[in-house]
């Protein structure tokens, strides 16, 4: 038994609070701060519905309740949104069907604003530190939703790599985005080399062109003690 936020009434924006964050945040670093936010099909998917008739609709106003928030960042100064999506490795055909195009209304009127414009979509961690027997998402989500996204508005792509790898194959169906590379494991304590981290960025570079690939964990690092973290 759980107990899940209830949406009884149309969505809509309200008081905006992640610029003011963010702001707070950007003060203490020298480098650009990213926002990411969770997204309109994986918010659907993760509460209970009690008003709308059917996802695509509850997406559309999450969307655009989104959109306002993310607005409202790109007024105060941040250049790099990032909206998580990870359902869409689990749902690749509602994805197809109608969860990019929500994510797309995420960044409505900010097509030609200096903001980088980012989508994670990973497969799935335990709950804990180094257990091995957990679900994941389809090991072929990602070419199924490769072109689309690819067509779509965004600028960066989030895929993981680490805990799973993939056919490499799968980075020529990006012909013009870039793609975050999961390189490092975050819900295992064992720390990746230099070497096996330089391999696989040797072995992706035959499939994609380096100004469009960038490396990265596999996803937050929320599992790891700070030290671990560090390391990694």
Same mark, same amino acid.
């Given at each position: ?14 008081d ?20 990411t936010l969770?997204?309109?099909?994986t918010?659907?998917?993760t ?7 059917s996802?695509?609709q ?25 909206v998580?999506?990870?359902?869409f490795?689990?749902k ?17 009127? %900010?097509?030609?604003?200096?903001? /980088?414009? =980012?989508?994670h $979509? ?6 804990? *530190?180094?257990?091995? #027997?957990?679900p ?19 600028d ?24 975050i590379?999961?390189?490092?494991? %975050?819900?295992?304590?064992v720390? /990746?080399? =230099?070497?096996? $981290? ?6 992706? *570079?035959?499939?994609? #062109?380096p100004?469009?690939?960038?490396a ?13 973290a560090?390391?990694?």
């Amino acid at each position: 038994e759980c107990y899940l936020p209830t949406i009884i009434n149309k969505v809509e924006a309200k008081d905006s609070f992640l610029a003011n964050e963010w702001l707070t945040a950007q003060k203490l670093s020298s480098k650009p701060v990213k926002v990411t936010l969770p997204g309109p099909m994986t918010i659907t998917d993760t509460i209970a519905n009690d008003y709308y008739t059917s996802n695509n609709q509850l997406g559309n106003d999450l969307a655009y309740a989104i959109n306002a928030e993310i607005k409202r960042l790109v007024e105060a100064g941040c250049k790099y949104i990032q909206v998580d999506e990870p359902l869409f490795a689990r749902k690749p055909h509602e994805a197809i069907d109608y969860g990019i195009l929500n994510l797309e209304k995420c960044f409505d009127g %900010i097509e030609n604003a200096n903001v /980088e414009k =980012i989508t994670h $979509i990973c497969c799935g961690y335990p709950d804990k *530190l180094d257990a091995v #027997d957990y679900p994941k998402a389809p090991l072929n989500s990602y070419h199924k939703i490769a072109k689309i996204l690819d067509d779509s508005i965004l600028d960066t792509i989030s895929i993981e790599d680490a805990h799973r790898h993939n056919d490499l194959n799968l980075l020529e169906k990006f012909k013009k985005t870039k793609i975050i590379l999961g390189l490092i494991k %975050i819900a295992s304590s064992v720390e /990746e080399t =230099i070497n096996e $981290i330089q391999m696989r960025v040797d072995q992706a *570079l035959n499939h994609i #062109d380096p100004n469009r690939l960038i490396a990265a964990p596999d996803c937050g690092l929320g599992h790891l003690p700070r030290n671990l973290a560090k390391k990694k």
